[in-house]
């Protein structure tokens, strides 16, 4: 379950990238979360994958309390639980999103924003078959990753992150087309609208895939 973001950017330091986060990039958080909650009823399950320290879940509460996160990184659920969610309380649990421990047919929506397809390191398909597994019939499936419109603010975004020490010096020899990658062996990739449709193709659902602020590729399976 170990991985970039278990050993080197959990909790406090993720956070920490969100912070100082440029503007732009700010906006296209924004936009994501809204694209989640427009599909959001309030009496809705929803399980968020890979909620890191759970960033997301203040706006969503505000619609639901019916709301998990899992994460493969305990400082991650650590720090949600006894910093930044301590008013409230939230269902979080240490879980590999490609293995969920829940029932079949458990949840109304289930999402994986902020291009978690890509930083997970699993098989995109496992993921989405397990989504599949635990949505409710007729319920919805969300994936998010970058839109190639927002290149510019993404690399920027992460040049900022290597020079505050977040992540590793960036290797601009191997960054380009969508990848970032560091020296460290930090590696983010992305996933286009091409990507979406042939990683569904063999689903009798119903997929969408759709472009959010020019910032966001999503990719909506209805279960």
């Known amino acids: 379950m170990s991985n970039y973001y278990t ?6 330091r993720l956070q920490r990238c969100y912070i100082i986060a440029p503007e732009r990039i700010k906006q296209y958080q924004t936009a994501e979360t809204d694209t989640v909650l427009h599909r959001l009823q309030q009496d809705d399950f929803v399980l968020d994958l890979g909620c890191g320290y759970g960033r997301v879940f203040n706006r969503l509460s505000l619609q639901t ?3 998990f996160g899992i994460d493969i990184s305990f400082a991650n659920l650590q720090y949600a639980q006894t910093k930044y969610l301590k008013e409230e309380t939230f269902n979080l649990a240490q879980m590999n999103a490609a293995n969920l421990g829940f029932a079949i047919h458990t949840f109304d929506l289930v999402f994986c924003i902020q291009n978690g397809i890509s930083a997970f390191k699993e098989e995109p398909v496992q993921l989405i078959k397990e989504a599949l597994r635990v949505t409710k019939p007729g319920g919805r499936i969300l994936f998010s990753s970058y839109s190639d419109k ?3 603010a993404r690399l920027d975004w992460f040049r900022i992150q290597s020079q505050k020490g977040l992540i590793g010096e960036i290797d601009f020899a191997q960054t380009m087309n969508g990848t970032i990658v560091c020296k460290d062996g930090f590696r983010a990739t992305t996933f286009s609208e091409t990507d979406f449709y042939k990683l569904t193709e063999n689903l009798e659902n119903e997929v969408t895939v759709f472009e959010v602020d020019n910032s ?7 279960a």
Do not use: G, P, Y
């Open 65 to 67: 309390k019916n709301i």
């Open 216 to 222: 966001s590729v999503f990719c909506e399976i209805i």
């Open 7 to 12: 050993q080197k950017l959990s909790a406090k």
């Open 150 to 152: 927002i290149w510019d």
